[in-house]
C-alpha cells in the first residue's frame, strides 16, 4: 500500500519552508501521518491562542511566518492520548531529518510546554 497526504495535509504541508517540504514527503512514504497545520494568519493563530491550542500570540509563533518554519503533524489515525505512538512518530521523523540534513526540533521535547505535534526549524 501506498501511503499519501490527503488533501488537506498536502495544502496545509505546502504552506511551510522547503525543507519541511522535502521531510514529510519522505516521512510519508513509511508512516501514515496528517499534516493538521502549517502556516497560520493572524486570526488563525489568535484563535489558537484564544482556544489554548497554542500559547503564543501572533506574531511568536514560527508558524506566523510565510512560509512557515513550523508544522504540526500527527500519525495517522489520530489518538491524541497514545503518546508514546506521538513519541515513536517523533523518533522516526527526527532520523529521517538527520539523514536528509534537515536540522529540526520537536516540541515534545520542550520543557515549559509540551506540544508533541509540533516540528520546526532549528533557530
Known sequence: MT???SPRSTTNLDT???????????????????VVCGHRDEA?????FRTGRSKARWGES??????SLAVDVVPYPIDWEDITR????AGFVLGVATQMGISIEWGGRWTSIVDRPHFQMRQ
Open 3 to 5: 501511503l499519501h497526504f
Open 16 to 34: 511551510c519552508v522547503e525543507p519541511l517540504r522535502l521531510l514529510f514527503r519522505e516521512v510519508i512514504k513509511h508512516m501514515d501521518c496528517t
Open 44 to 48: 488563525a493563530q489568535e484563535e489558537a
Open 62 to 67: 514560527l508558524h506566523n511566518s510565510f512560509p
Open 86 to 89: 506521538f513519541e515513536h512518530f
